[in-house]
């Protein structure tokens, strides 16, 4: 199980509809404006996407707060990703990590360095100063998946600087940045900066993972070798319609933060009073857990049988059978998974 | 212009609609049965599509006749291309040939010997022998891009075994398979044979550039190694819809090769008519056109201010800037090309 959302190989499981609580999509759905604008698209698909995608970078570099030459664009955060590994040699991440900062460099061939995290799945800046040379590329995320932590904004920067004295390249995957309480934007945080890439992402946040619309702000420079190395019309028409018209629907962004960050309050709330579990604090729309008493297979194997798809987290370097991660949907199968994880956790393996 | 399809960067050129003759795109537009099942996928972009395609490429391989373990995917064919480009250290091309097939390589590091055809734009075999080495990948275009020219059934599988004996991997790109004649189809004559694929694709044919699918046939070993370097979800939803309803329109398929057809006669007779050009023969649904007394940018510009956009050619290693290439269109749009162009080459330069 190394991704979420893998529906389909559980199916036999459970005769009904699964509730997918592996893959952490904004339960609201994608904003409401968006049907229409893609049913008129399919007149469009006919056509090529525009190979520079002026009118999407125009969009994008309108809600990010940069200019259109720092747009860059992939098929999928994980295209970004997968296009920075070619650009470096060495690749330094943290674990636990989203596998692919991971897979990605080691795919293509590149050095992979996996350093540890804290006690508290805290990245320690002295490791940075201790492991990062120059030329090499720093994966982050932030919020990171699977332990929902964000990085602080002084200890951010702080991390940055030591990785930019040191030559390096700092790649920071914010595709969860709009669940996030919005206490700073990285992109203003680093405006200026050279050695910096900001990933973001339609994926989750604009519940459009059948899509693949990511996106990033990084230096002009940076972009262009982004680009060369991009293959040409990457981004499908339905990813540029979506990308032009989703972000600028400030009410639906409101809305789903507001919704996400009660439901998260929540879902808190109701795990601390199941014994048997340690819960870890998330800023994002998804919650690591650890089980004290049972392994991630027993629980994974109970909620299946009643139509309930978590996250096992073993596949996650650093972590073991003992962790499962879950995503905050909406109430009513929040209140579900709540009834049936506390049914499961009283039994004993 | 490294790439037909760019109306956007031409539009203020002409007040009105652009009609594309530099992109060669099926003019029928895609299979009716399509717009419905986009409308109902809407539901689906909540959903990851399934990181395995399992559905999709189960009918890929009933189209084209092998197991789905010899299916592989890519967004748009140019992703095989760059995948393949991965796989292999050296890279043999033959000009002129379609850009990416020598852009892909170079720009991922690898070494790309560009060699000649003869006169008529045909592969000579003892160029193969020369100059195939073990570990190469040599890529053709089969019907080539943007000559027209399909290589005869013999000929291919000769050149196959030349490269097999040399322990070389041939990449035949067939995006154009279904505008040609159906003579011989590469997938039946080289069943069983390991150092091949066979790309086909979803974006000219079936008219749909905007959806990004790809799709090729390789062995089951190659598929794997495939597998591992592509993204994950690397195909988006609508294009897994639509690969999963295209295929089986029977109805679709033959018309529209009929028309292509008959179209393409048309427009040959139609140009023979026209002096000062030499005209290439060509299978596919576009024509390579040498200009004896213009160069094309003459003709580009006469024709892009009637609100006709076609390719200009130069940029093809190996073509200079006496040659454009041109769409077969339906047939209005190309009585309107004929018009424009025969008004145009009776101009002195």
Redo the contacts between chains.
Sequence with gaps: MK??????TYKHLFDGEII?FS?N?NPL??PSIL?DK??DG?N?????????Y?LLKEEIAKYLGCSIDEVILG??A??II?TFS?MFNRVIVFKPCFS?YID?PK??GKEVIVLETNKEFNVEEDLISRNVSSGDLVILGNPNNPTGKRIKANVVLKIYEMIEEKGAFLLLDEAFFEFCPADYDSIKLFSGRKNLCVIRAATKFF??????LGYAFTNCEISKTYN??S????I????EIAGRCILSDTNYIIESREYIDSQRKFMFSKLKEIENIQIFDSDANFILIKLLEHDEDFVFNFLIKRGILIRKASSFEGLDKTYIRIAVKDHENNLKLLKYLKECLVWKA
Aim: hydrophobic residues 40%.
């Design positions: 991704h979420g959302g893998d529906i389909l997918d893959s999509i759905g994608p049907k893609l049913i399919l469009n698909l006919v056509i090529y996407p525009d190979i520079k002026r098929n999928g994980v295209d997968n070619l692919e990605r795919i293509l519940g459009l993972p059948g899509i693949r060369e190395l293959i040409p019309w990457n499908n028409t339905y990813a």
